[in-house]
Every structure is written in structure tokens, then in C-alpha cells.
């Protein structure tokens, strides 16, 4: 039920911010971005037991932490990257919008350098000489 109140409070935050716009532009935008952290502060207990539980199964799986930290982080960045974008673009700045994905984009593929330099390493051991 949780996604009927985060869904409900989208739409009282657009009508809300649609009678605002004509008025006062700047307080329309205010109560997206507040709507905005207000939802992500609904999923963050569910972020959180994902982690969890992904930790969880990594010790008993017997796996380097350090990917499962790495891999966090990378879809930590795609997410706070999105979340920027759709504010920046929401606010009428597109282009500024792209530069936040495009950023977002490179962070992760440095963060995925070393896990994909294990993979090519892990590949080659495997062939034969």
C-alpha cells in the first residue's frame, strides 16, 4: 500500500504545484524537489533492507564484500544522478540535465574499472595458453 501514498502524494504535489505555477513559479518548482526528497525519504527504509539482505547473501555466498560495495555505489550514483537530472530538466534546464547524466555516466564507469579489469583478468586465466 505504501506505493498508493507515495502515488497520492505525486499527484497532490503536481495539482498543488500546477495552481502555484501561475502565480509563483519559483515556490512550484520548491514543492517538486520537496515532493521529490519527501518520496525518496519513503523508499530509504527499503533501500536500506535491499542492502541488507544483498549483504547477507554475499557472506554466505562467499563473496569479496568489496564488489558488492562497489556495485552499491554504482547504482547509488545511477539513481542520485537521475534523481538530479529530473529536477535540473523539471526546472527548464535541460541541457544542465544532461551534464548531470553525463557525469553520473563517467563516475560509474570508473567505479566499474576494477570489477571489469578482475572479469578480463579472470577470463584470460581461464583460457588456455
Known amino acids: 500500500m505504501e506505493i498508493v501514498q507515495i502515488v497520492g502524494l505525486g499527484l497532490v504535489a503536481t495539482i498543488l504545484a500546477l495552481v502555484i505555477k501561475e502565480q509563483k513559479p519559483m515556490f512550484a518548482y ?6 521529490g526528497v519527501v518520496i525518496f525519504y519513503f523508499l530509504i527504509g527499503k533501500i536500506a533492507e535491499v542492502i541488507r539482505i544483498l549483504e547477507r ?7 569479496n564484500l568489496v564488489f558488492l560495495e562497489t556495485i552499491l555505489k554504482i547504482i547509488g550514483i545511477a539513481y542520485i544522478a537521475e534523481f538530479g537530472a529530473q529536477m535540473t530538466r523539471d526546472a527548464g ?3 544542465i540535465a544532461s551534464k548531470i547524466e553525463l557525469a553520473g555516466k563517467v563516475l560509474i564507469l570508473v567505479m566499474a574499472v576494477p570489477i571489469i ?7 584470460i586465466d581461464l583460457l588456455p595458453a
Open 30 to 35: 520548491l514543492l517538486a524537489v520537496a515532493s
Open 57 to 63: 547473501l554475499a557472506v554466505q555466498a562467499d563473496l
Open 93 to 95: 534546464q535541460g541541457a
Open 117 to 123: 579489469q578482475i572479469i578480463i583478468e579472470t577470463v
